[in-house]
């Protein structure tokens, strides 16, 4: 790959009590890209996540952002260094409006999040920001909404909005097409699509056709390890990938 490497690992394991959920994982994300890691469940896809962003300390292994080890980082120093994982750190505050949920997150951006307990108008500074997001995200009609009125894919929409109000240089997105409807597959496929503009981004995703249509490069995950690797014919042709998704293989073949 000529790409620039921005986010990987190196033999990167986890064990839980004995039982080994990553076993010497090799991964390098190339910048400016959507990369989907996919595999069967409990593959240890959110694993991987949870070490990547620090959620969990690893076993054995490292992590490089950049040029940096962020192996022994916490999860605070890797958001700072612009690794933002979507859906746990930008959690969305169910009794705020949907405008002033965005202009929370602008704000917490600007590193002023207590000014805002202190006073409301600490806010205004970042209303029309939070309209652009508004606007982008199909949610200008909903501004005043409170967030936990919202249907679920609204609320999905509005959580990756506040993710990326923190402007993220690496998007992390695990399932970000979970439970919702064709309809809201589509939109949030198409956000993710302008969201990965002038970023990088690595999902966890088990729509096939969301992973078709959106990333330039899978990895697949087997019981920890790397199973295959490359374009999403290649994957899917690949009769290793085949076997592991068993009973899922027309899936494969056909999305
Ligand atoms: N905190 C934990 N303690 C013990 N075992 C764990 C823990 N977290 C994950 N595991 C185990 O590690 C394995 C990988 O889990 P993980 O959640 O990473 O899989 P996954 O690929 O994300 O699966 P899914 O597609 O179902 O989300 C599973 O066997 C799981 O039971
Ligand atoms: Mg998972």
């Known amino acids: 790959m000529s790409a620039t490497t921005i986010l990987s690992c190196h033999q990167l394991r986890r064990e839980f009590r004995g039982f080994t959920a990553v076993d010497g994982l090799d991964l390098q994300v190339a910048e400016g890209t959507i990369h989907a890691l996919i595999g069967p469940n409990g593959a240890g896809k959110t694993t991987v996540f949870n070490l990547l962003t620090r959620f969990l300390p690893v076993s054995g292994g490292s992590i490089r952002l950049r040029d940096e080890d962020i192996t022994r980082l916490s999860a605070e120093q890797v958001v700072g260094r612009g690794l933002v994982r979507s859906f746990q750190i930008s959690a969305v505050f169910g009794h705020l409006s949907v405008l002033d949920n965005l202009r929370v997150a602008l704000l917490a951006r600007a590193g002023g999040v207590h000014r805002f307990w202190q006073s409301g108008r600490a806010l205004n500074a970042f209303t029309d920001e939070a309209q652009v997001l508004l606007r982008d995200f199909a949610l200008e009609g909903l501004?005043?909404?409170?967030?936990?009125?919202?249907?679920?894919?609204?609320?999905?929409?509005?959580e990756?909005?506040?993710?990326?109000?923190?402007?993220?240089?690496?998007?992390?997105?695990?399932?970000?097409?979970?439970?919702?409807?064709?309809?809201?597959?589509?939109?949030?496929?198409?956000?993710?699509?302008?969201?990965?503009?002038?970023?990088?981004?690595?999902?966890?995703?088990?729509?096939?056709?969301?992973?078709?249509?959106?990333?330039?490069?899978?990895?697949?995950?087997?019981?920890?390890?790397?199973?295959?690797?490359?374009?999403?014919?290649?994957?899917?042709?690949?009769?290793?990938?085949?076997?592991?998704?068993?009973?899922?293989?027309?899936?494969?073949?056909?999305?």
């Not at 409170?146 to 509005?158: F, I, T």
């Not at 809201?184 to 302008?194: K, N, S, W, Y």
């Not at 374009?231 to 085949?242: G, I, M, T």
């Open 143 to 158: 501004a005043s909404a409170l967030a936990v009125s919202l249907p679920y894919g609204r609320k999905r929409a509005l």
């Open 160 to 255: 990756l909005a506040t993710t990326l109000a923190r402007n993220p240089q690496v998007l992390l997105l695990d399932e970000p097409t979970q439970g919702m409807g064709v309809e809201d597959v589509a939109r949030t496929c198409e956000l993710i699509r302008r969201a990965a503009e002038g970023r990088t981004v690595l999902m966890v995703e088990h729509n096939l056709n969301v992973v078709a249509s959106l990333a330039d490069r899978i990895t697949v995950l087997a019981r920890g390890r790397r199973l295959a690797e490359g374009s999403y014919q290649e994957v899917a042709a690949d009769p290793l990938v085949r076997e592991a998704y068993l009973g899922h293989a027309s899936e494969v073949a056909h999305a």
